[in-house]
């Protein structure tokens, strides 16, 4: 069956960078788009970036912008994201999810634009 399992979250203090892992198994993985949602307390899941499934083209939602990198390894099964600069707003549990072939056209999309999920990794961004 298809499984998505993150890693990777931690404490880490402001300033610092944490490199989260997403890995696919039970379905071809370069024909799907992946993404990262994160999720804080309170707050809905929102996406933060998205890599399209072949071509490998990246997308950022504007508040991660030049501190977060998003990358694929075909062959391992593997997302990650790089997330540098990190701040206190960047606390969240972060979700990976997977849908077929390329990000939504007009974004990164909602929760409902993806068909598979993973458990979650917390990063903590705190001194």
């Known amino acids: 069956q298809v499984q998505l399992v993150e890693s990777g979250g931690g404490l880490v203090q402001p300033g610092g960078s944490l490199r989260l892992s997403c890995v696919g198994s039970g379905f071809t993985f370069d024909n799907f788009a992946i993404a990262w949602f994160r999720q804080a307390v309170g707050k809905e899941r929102e996406a933060v970036s998205c890599i399209d499934g072949r071509s490998g083209n990246a997308h950022y939602a504007d508040s991660v912008k030049g501190r977060f990198t998003i990358s694929r390894d075909n062959p391992e099964n593997t997302v990650y994201l790089q997330m540098s600069s990190l701040k206190p707003e960047d606390t969240a549990d972060y979700y990976c999810?997977?849908?077929?072939?390329?990000?939504?056209?007009?974004?990164?999309?909602?929760?409902?634009?993806?068909?598979?999920w993973g458990q979650g990794t917390q990063a903590t961004v705190s001194s």
């Open positions: 999810a997977a849908r077929w072939l390329n990000c939504p056209d007009y974004g990164l999309g909602s929760t409902r634009e993806y068909d598979y």
